[in-house]
């Protein structure tokens, strides 16, 4: 039972580690490194000329480009089904959020939300600098990041004033109180838009968005100060989305919160016909959507978690390298505006979803979760363009233009950095350099120890004279030396290294020949002698044959023994007879005789030797004696018994 156990064991680990070598490329599949020489961040200016006017005309179109990118690459890569090859670029095809369409008003004033309980929520949870971002690291260089997005349409109703422009002649508008807007911080007015979104003329129409945000950790950088409903803490940014249609119709009543149209506004008429289409209107000037974001950071290696940005806390990370890693991510999320609000102020209207059923004014269907399917798509391309920019920053800008404005690695720290960011390609092979090492170091191993193994042990066995037979019989149970013992028993040799590994003959050694006089049953036999006539004397062997060129008869002496060469099956003590001892005469055939000859002998019955037997017959003094000719196969003749 142990061996089986040892056995099994052995058997099972080859099986386990035949799955984890295949690991060795497969885990990392196609996964490669990038290194580019104009590797390294875009700066927020010019840094050889400071050139405002080429930052706004250089960079910010840039950006817009990156937006416009990211918008398409969440469109056919965020869905679960896609399957096109653009989307094998970054490490991970999307970054997966967990998403409830039935969260809580996200402000503290819970009376500003439309509802209260059919609001969206979209939680990250804590994603890998490593594992998600493709930034190579050692673990304790990583770090962790969690981005938090909730969603309301809000209530207007008690939150907007009519304004009439008395001296001028500009229309009515209504006024939008959720905080005092930068230009005028004494006031709550946040946004202003005409109070009348009817036109005779639909054809052309289109949405309009507007954008305002706070930023809880930097208030300096906002555009309103939220009233207090909508503030909810100093660690969390705000901002406001303002939509209006006043050009558009709605061929069917549109009961999603944010694209509110219910109230028929008038008719179509078709330019190819008589017939007049009911349409629906917005059912307020501006629909107002806010939304609250939340970032949270992670030490890989202490676990701790703040929301406040660590950008040069040293006592937050534990290495330089974490440090630096951050600051790559900080500029890439910060510095190229992948936050929301940043990216609907690039991109505008053209974010909108609902637009693609939109012709010259005249909105189609729209799902009564509309606003919910835009926030999903937008915090989408916040990530599409949050991975796009991470790699950016390691093969350079795909905008050739932009290499100027490239700060470079200063110092070995921000070099390796730059050399260790991962993406997927086809075009290289990628292996895990340990998984390999430990492969070779343990199959080297196993190697040495198989071909080692049983000479040392077989060594100090055969000093120390242990077990003899056990090692013995695992010696000739071998292949070679289960020949060699198969030729000695036709007394053919001699041989040297009959303990050792391999056998050998001496030279000019003669061998067993294959006896195939019964096809189903072949045998071994000594080889025919000589054609020679005359007698040969084998040094080697220490043997004389003797032959006779009138008879079918050979002796071959060995030493003190005379054998006559047998014939297949036959015993060999039955033909051996002491040289010297008289024997009967006998009678042979002659090579020309065709027919089996009966001869009569008594055989020498040596005295340390059994009684040797032919099959079943018991008669002991049975003898077979093998005629050999040198130029016929051996005949085998049947004695008679004895007088």
Request: net charge negative.
């Amino acid at each position: 039972m142990p061996f089986i156990g040892i056995t099994a064991a052995i058997t099972g680990s080859f099986y386990i580690a035949s799955i984890f070598s295949s690991q060795i490329s497969t885990a990392t599949g196609d996964e490669v490194l990038v290194s580019s020489p104009d590797c390294g961040i875009i700066a927020a200016w010019d840094v050889k000329t400071g050139s405002d006017q080429e930052y706004h005309q250089t960079i910010r179109q840039y950006f817009s480009r990156l937006d416009a990118a990211a918008s398409s690459y969440a469109q056919q890569c965020y869905e679960d089904s896609a399957v096109n090859q653009q989307c094998a670029i970054f490490v991970q095809k999307k970054l997966e959020a967990v998403i409830s369409t039935n969260a809580s008003c996200p402000f503290p004033g819970k009376t500003i939300c439309l509802e209260n309980a059919s609001n969206i929520h979209v939680d990250t949870g804590f994603l890998s600098s490593h594992t998600h971002l493709g930034m190579n690291a050692a673990p304790k260089n990583r770090f962790e990041f969690r981005r938090v997005l909730e969603c309301a349409p809000l209530a207007t109703d008690g939150y907007t004033a009519l304004r009439n422009h008395t001296n001028s002649t500009l229309p009515t508008s209504v006024e939008y109180q959720y905080g005092g807007h930068d230009l005028s911080p004494q006031s709550n007015v946040t946004y202003e838009f005409p109070a009348s979104n009817i036109m005779e003329d639909t054809r052309g129409g289109d949405y309009i968005i507007d954008m305002e945000n706070y930023f809880g950790d930097d208030p300096s950088g906002s555009t309103y100060m939220p009233i207090p409903a909508l503030r909810r803490d100093n660690r969390t940014s705000t901002f406001l989305v303002f939509l209006s249609a006043p050009n558009v119709s709605f061929l069917q009543p549109s009961y999603d919160d944010w694209f509110s149209a219910r109230q028929l506004s008038g008719t179509y008429k078709a330019l190819n016909g008589d017939q007049s289409i009911p349409v629906y209107g917005f059912d307020k000037p501006v629909s107002v959507l806010g939304c609250t974001q939340n970032m949270y950071f992670r030490n890989s290696n202490t676990r701790e978690i703040t929301e406040n940005y660590p950008l040069a806390d040293m006592r937050f990370w534990s290495s330089a390298i974490q440090n630096e890693t951050f600051h790559k991510w900080t500029a890439a999320h910060g510095g190229m505006s992948t936050l929301e609000d940043s990216i609907l102020a690039s991109q505008g209207i053209s974010l909108l979803g609902a637009r693609e059923t939109l012709a010259s004014g005249l909105q189609g269907y729209l799902a009564p979760d509309q606003w919910q399917q835009e926030v999903l798509h937008w915090h989408q391309v916040s990530m599409a363009k949050l991975q796009r920019t991470i790699v950016e920053q390691a093969t350079g800008p795909s905008d050739p233009t932009m290499t100027k404005f490239v700060e470079r690695p200063f110092n070995s720290v921000t070099k390796q950095i730059c050399h260790s960011q991962k993406i997927r390609s086809t075009a290289y092979t990628s292996f895990s350099v340990l998984g390999l090492a430990i492969t070779l170091t343990v199959g080297g191993f196993i190697i040495i120890l198989n071909v080692v193994a049983e000479p040392l042990l077989g060594y100090i066995q055969q000093k120390r004279r242990l077990a003899p037979y056990r090692r013995l019989e695992w010696i000739t149970n071998e292949t070679l030396q289960l020949q060699r013992m198969a030729h000695e028993e036709l007394s053919l040799g001699p041989w040297k290294g009959a303990t050792g590994t391999i056998p050998i003959t001496a030279p000019n050694a003669r061998l067993a020949v294959l006896d195939t006089s019964d096809e189903q049953h072949p045998i071994l036999a000594r080889p025919p002698p000589s054609p020679s006539p005359e007698t040969e004397k084998d040094q080697t062997l220490g043997t004389t044959i003797h032959e006779d060129e009138d008879s079918l008869t050979a002796r071959v002496s060995f030493n003190d023994k005379e054998r006559i060469p047998r014939a297949p099956g036959v015993a060999p003590e039955i033909q051996t007879k002491v040289l010297g001892q008289s024997e009967p005469q006998s009678k042979t055939c002659t090579s020309d005789s065709p027919s089996p000859i009966s001869a009569q002998s008594t055989p020498h019955q040596p005295e340390d030797q059994p009684p040797a037997s032919l099959g079943d017959n018991n008669n002991t003094n049975d003898n077979n004696i093998a005629a050999v000719s040198p130029s016929k196969p051996a005949v085998i003749l049947h004695s008679q018994p004895a007088g």
